[in-house]
């Protein structure tokens, strides 16, 4: 066997366990969804091919685009609301501009590390028709029928949920930019303040160049797991009521697991990649923009 033979075996036997693996686990099951989601199948028996009618039964039901309503306003809530206010009290912590930085950070970071069960239990006992908000509200209007009905309206019953997504998991993207803060040297911000900036100067152009990359990959992580919003938001409403606060993978749990509907579900999963796929493309574009004007 000559030396490239070796060298040819030596990268099969080095990297095809790897690619088996990542195979077996990603490529395997991602063909088999988008097959899966021209086929009808309830599970048992021989599925038959159904074309493009599961995405038409999707794209004609009323719940769909709700759910996908639901699911943009996670995502606008993800990209515009916990990433700014994550990066902003981040670069409060890492300046310093407060006291008690330690403790802050920690009690921002805590609700990450609670499970998202007992997370949506509890503010369902908070924003629920006899929780703690309705407790409040009629001891301040001194009404004893008040009931705070939020949750029982059409386009405002996620409201409340987003709040909760929003005070959940803005404590994780504060640590990721903490951590990459610490990456800049301190004398790069030294010189700038020595210069005569202002620490809004510093922000935008010192801290935030160097942060544009971070800023992507968070949003990348915002935008994918907004869409694939789950354990929370059953655990607190579990989509009710009357699907006012049902989500595209609530809609995809009930039709696959309840109603096994198999094939609607594979579908309903292409849907979520492909609508992932697009925003994430859109947010690179954006972002590339700002990577050429800071080059620039």
Known sequence: MNKRSQKAWSYVVLTGPGLLIYASVIIFPVVFSIVLGFMSWDGLGTATWAGLANYLKAF???VFWHGMRNNLLIVAISVFGQIPLGFILAYIIYRRLVRGTNFFSTMIFLPIV????VLGVLWDYVFGPPGVVTALMRMIYHDPRYVFAAMEDPSGAIFPILFVILWVYTGLYMVIYIANLQKISPSVIEAALIDGASEWQVLGKVIFPAMVG???TTGVFAISGSLASFNLIYAMTGGGPAHYTEVIAIYQYINTFVYYHYGFGAALSVVIVVLSVGLIS???AVL???????EG
């Not at 609670?114 to 069960?117: F, Q």
Request: proline share 10%; hydrophobic share 40%.
């Open 288 to 294: 590339g923009r700002f990577e050429r004007r800071y």
């Open 114 to 117: 609670i499970n998202p069960v």
């Open 60 to 62: 004609k039901d009323p």
């Open 282 to 284: 859109v947010l690179n």
């Open 214 to 216: 971070v800023l992507f």
